[in-house]
């Protein structure tokens, strides 16, 4: 019988709904689990994803695609095929695709996080008989603070920046992370200015109507005097660059889940180093894999091989998947490398695509 998702050399494949979710390659028909371009890329003839995902797929990809954006929950069925989105947690507009043939289901989780940051949504756990999950930081040692401690840790260090006569610069993705940061330091009594990168999409999601604080765009005719002690948001990219050098004096921390790993925030140069990810810690990837209640379950790029062990160790039947995800987020496989290295552990490399009963690592 044919499996309802297949893995191939374009994406996840859906033979009798002829489609794909993610594909790495163009296709006809595309179904996208969010906006960041690892996921979400050009080409394809036809995009369907969540209605707050249209305005950030067109920024990134072009006004003219061809585009269909349904609510959450919302069912379409096509060829016998039955497909719906489900809140994944991860950024603005994030889903995970549920799809339905017959009375087998299967999830793909895209990326997303249990805990629900107060912008994204709350991550919605769909019963399936097969899921097909994320594993970015499928290893034990990654297990989050609390959100609300690790920005009492941010307030707290820019607050001390200020008293030192710098300004702290955070270096964030510009689309999720960097709305994360906002969202959560709007109340902050410090100026916060941007980054070009980051006031694009801000610009765009303000402009949707979603509760982000007003930002200035730090531009050629910003005066030094301005930035004295405020805040700047940064994407990861600006560092080491000569922008940078109009902020000093300056401390820079850094917001990514590989902080957690000791060295880090040293290797990266950093004054400070904050574990904070939109993507699900060791104990939110289990806790999501036995809320689905699958029986079968793939693990997709980051640590996909030794999570997919654990699991069937803890006798869950698992396999691990190499997929073309993961080339564009700061949390990405290829920055995996460079943390792991400290706790001597090998992430998988996620180059290409293997079909379904292809050997494990």
């Not at 920046?161 to 610069?169: D, E, P």
């Not at 030094?224 to 080491?240: E, F, N």
Request: net charge negative.
């Amino acid at each position: 019988m044919t499996p309802v998702l297949q893995f191939t050399d374009k994406g996840i494949y859906c033979p009798a709904g002829d489609f794909y979710i993610d594909p790495w390659q163009p296709v006809p028909r595309a179904i996208i689990t969010h906006a960041h371009s690892d996921h979400a890329r050009l080409g394809n003839q036809h995009y369907l994803c969540h209605l707050e995902s249209v305005p950030l797929l067109q920024l990134r990809l072009g006004a003219d695609i061809s585009v269909q954006g349904i609510p959450y929950g919302e069912t379409l069925r096509y060829n016998g095929v039955s497909i719906s989105l489900h809140p994944a947690g991860h950024i603005i507009g994030s889903a995970q695709v549920r799809v339905q043939q017959g009375n087998e289901v299967w999830v793909v989780s895209g990326d997303y996080k249990v805990e629900n940051d107060g912008l994204s949504g709350q991550f919605e756990p769909v019963p399936c008989q097969v899921f097909i999950t994320e594993s970015t930081f499928g290893l034990p040692i990654y297990n989050w603070q609390p959100q609300a401690m690790i920005f009492g840790d941010i307030r707290k260090w820019i607050y001390e920046n200020q008293q030192a006569g710098k300004s702290s610069v955070l270096l964030a993705y510009s689309l999720g992370k960097a709305q994360r940061l906002l969202f959560n330091l709007k109340d902050l009594d410090i100026p916060i200015y941007a980054h070009g990168a980051i006031d694009v999409p801000h610009q765009v999601l303000l402009a949707q109507g979603y509760p982000l604080p007003p930002i200035q765009r730090i531009t050629p005719d910003t005066p030094k005097a301005d930035l004295k002690k405020s805040v700047i948001i940064a994407p990861p990219s600006a560092a080491g660059t000569p922008w940078m050098r109009r902020f000093n004096p300056y401390a820079l921390g850094i917001c990514s889940g590989w902080m957690q790993v000791r060295g880090s925030m040293r290797r990266r140069n950093a004054d400070a180093g904050f574990a904070l990810s939109d993507h699900a810690d060791w104990s939110g990837l289990l806790q999501a894999v036995k809320a689905t209640g699958a029986a079968k379950v793939f693990t997709t790029h980051g640590f996909s091989s030794a999570f997919a062990r654990y699991l069937q160790e803890n006798g869950i039947e698992a396999e691990a998947i190499k997929t073309a995800f993961g080339t564009e987020d700061e949390e990405a496989p290829q920055e995996a490398g460079i943390e792991a290295a400290a706790a001597n552990i090998t992430p998988d490399n996620e180059t290409g695509p293997a079909p379904i009963g292809g050997e494990n690592e």
